[in-house]
C-alpha cells in the first residue's frame, strides 16, 4: 500500500468520526489506533507500548499547568460584578467620543481579555452586561451586537492566552515570547474595531442617541475606583511574567490569587461559587487536556506515513513564493475556521504545517500570532463560529443577525491579517526587546 493512500486512508477514517460527531480526543485516539493497527500493521501490544508514553509526555510538561489556572481564573472572575465596574468605569471616559458607549464594548473585552485568556468567556461576560444596557439607552442593535462579538475575539490575543499557550506546546515555542508579541496586534484590532464605529456613528448619528449626562472631574477620578482592581490584577500577572518573578504558570496562579481578592472587592464570590469555579475549570481542562493527548497520540501515525515530508515536497514542487504560500495557507485556515473550533484546528494542523512555514523562513513566534488571528476569524465565521453562539443566548438574536452584524468587524480582522503580514515587527518588536 503506497504511502499517499494510506495517508488518504488516515484522514478518512478521521473525517468520518468527526463527522458522526464523536469528540475530537476520541476521533484523533479512534483514528490513530485504528490506522496504526490496520494500515501499518502495528500489533495491538505495540500501539499501547506507544500511546502510553506519548500521551502523558504531552499532558506532563509544567508548562500546560498554566491552562486550568488561567481558566480558574477566569471563570472567578466571570463570577463577579467585574463587568459592570468595567462598564461603569469606562463610561465617563469613551461617552465624548463618536460612537459613545459602544467603545466600552471594545475596551471592555481588551481589558477583560487580559484577565481571562479565553475569546467565548470575554464575549459572553462583556456581551451580557452591554448588549442590554445599550439597546435600552438607544444604541442601534447591528452595531451593539457586531462590535462586543468581535472584540471578544481579542480575548485569545491578548495575553495571557490559552490558545497561544496551547500553540507554543505543540510548536515547542516560548509562551513568553508569544505573550509578549500577541499584545501589540491585538491593541492594533482594538484600535480598528473603535475607529470603525467612530467613523460610522459620524456618518449617521442616529446609530447613537443623544446623551446629556455632564461627567464631572471627579467623577473620572471616581471611575478609576471601578477601573483599579482590573487594572491591578492584569498588572500583577503580566508584570510577574515580564519582569522575570515568576513563569506563565505561576503566574497563572498568582493570578487566581489576584481574582480572588477582587472578587472580595464587589459582591464577593461565595464558597458555592469558588467550587462551581473550580469544578467549571476541571471540566474545561480535561477537554483541552483529553484533546492534546489525542492530537499527540494523532502525530504518531503521520510521522510514521511521513505526512508532513510529503506534504512539504508537494507544496515545494509548486515553487510557491512566501507569499503565495501564505495566502494559501489562509484560504485552507479561513475554511477549517468555519467547521472547527480554535483548539482543535491547532493541534490537527499545527504538526504539519509548522514544518512547512518553518521551511519557507517564517519566524516561529510571528506565525504563531498569525495563526491565532486566522484562527479568530472562525470564531465569527459559521457555522461554528463560537462567538455567534455566545451571543444568541441575548433574546431575539439568531445567528444570521449576528453573522451580518459581524460582518464589517471581520473584514476589519482580515485588514489586521495582512497588516501584521507586511509588517511583521508588530508582533516581534516586544519579544525582541524583552529577550
Given amino acids: 500500500m503506497g504511502v499517499e493512500i494510506t495517508a488518504f486512508g488516515f484522514f478518512a477514517i478521521l473525517l468520518v468520526l468527526l463527522a458522526s460527531g464523536a469528540w475530537i480526543f476520541i476521533a484523533l485516539i479512534v483514528a490513530s489506533i485504528l490506522s496504526l493497527h490496520f494500515m501499518l500493521g502495528f500489533p495491538f501490544t505495540r500501539i499501547a507500548a506507544i500511546a502510553g508514553p506519548v500521551m502523558l509526555k504531552s499532558v506532563g510538561g509544567w508548562e500546560l499547568a498554566a491552562v486550568p489556572l488561567f481558566i480558574w481564573m477566569g471563570e472567578i472572575i466571570n463570577r ?5 465596574r468595567l462598564f461603569r468605569g469606562l463610561t465617563p471616559w469613551v461617552r465624548r467620543l463618536p460612537g459613545g458607549l459602544l467603545h466600552c464594548n471594545v475596551a471592555g473585552c481588551v ?14 461576560t462583556i456581551g451580557r452586561v452591554t448588549v442590554r444596557e445599550l439597546e435600552q439607552r438607544g444604541y442601534q442593535r447591528g452595531l451593539t451586537v457586531g462590535s462586543v462579538t468581535v472584540a471578544g475575539t481579542i480575548g485569545i490575543l491578548i495575553p495571557p492566552s490559552i490558545t497561544m499557550i496551547v500553540y507554543g506546546l505543540v510548536a515547542e ?39 446629556q449626562t455632564a461627567y464631572s472631574g471627579h467623577d473620572l477620578l471616581r471611575s478609576f475606583r471601578d477601573l483599579a482592581p ?23 496562579a498568582l493570578g487566581v490569587l489576584g481574582a ?13 461559587g469558588l467550587y462551581e469555579s473550580a469544578m467549571s475549570s476541571v471540566r474545561v481542562t480535561a477537554m483541552i487536556g483529553s484533546a492534546i493527548a489525542g ?37 485552507v ?45 472562525g470564531l465569527v465565521t459559521p457555522p461554528v463560529g463560537f462567538n455567534l453562539f ?31 503580514s507586511l509588517f511583521p515587527q508588530i508582533a516581534l518588536f516586544l519579544p525582541q526587546q524583552l529577550f
Fill in 390 to 420: 455566545v451571543l444568541r443566548g441575548v433574546p431575539g438574536l439568531p445567528i444570521g443577525t449576528i453573522a451580518r452584524a459581524s460582518f464589517p468587524f471581520f473584514c476589519l480582522m482580515l485588514l489586521g491579517v495582512l497588516i501584521l
Fill in 173 to 211: 515555542v516560548s509562551v513568553v515570547k508569544l505573550f509578549a508579541a500577541g499584545l501589540l496586534p491585538g491593541l492594533m484590532l482594538g484600535l480598528f474595531y473603535s475607529a470603525y464605529i467612530g467613523v460610522r456613528c459620524l456618518r449617521d448619528p442616529s446609530l447613537e442617541p443623544e446623551d
Fill in 80 to 84: 463577579t460584578d467585574v463587568a459592570h
Fill in 230 to 252: 482590573v487594572i491591578l490584577l492584569i498588572a500583577f500577572i503580566l508584570g510577574s511574567i515580564y519582569g522575570g518573578f515568576a513563569t506563565p504558570s505561576e503566574a497563572a
Fill in 111 to 124: 481589558l477583560f481579555a487580559a484577565m481571562s485568556g479565553s475569546s467565548v468567556a470575554t464575549a459572553a
Fill in 260 to 272: 480572588v481578592l477582587v472578587s472580595f472587592l464587589g459582591p464577593g464570590i461565595t464558597w458555592k
Fill in 295 to 331: 492530537a499527540a497520540l494523532f502525530a504518531s501515525p503521520l510521522a510514521y506515513l511521513h505526512v508532513p515530508q510529503q506534504i512539504a515536497q508537494s507544496i515545494a514542487s509548486l515553487a510557491l513564493s512566501p507569499w503565495e504560500l501564505l495566502l494559501l495557507l489562509t484560504a
Fill in 333 to 377: 485556515y479561513l475554511f477549517l475556521g468555519c467547521i472547527m473550533e480554535s483548539i482543535s484546528l491547532i493541534l490537527m494542523t499545527v504538526p504539519i504545517v509548522f514544518p512547512v512555514m518553518m521551511a519557507a523562513g517564517f519566524d516561529p513566534v510571528w506565525f504563531g500570532i498569525y495563526l491565532v488571528m486566522i484562527i479568530e476569524i
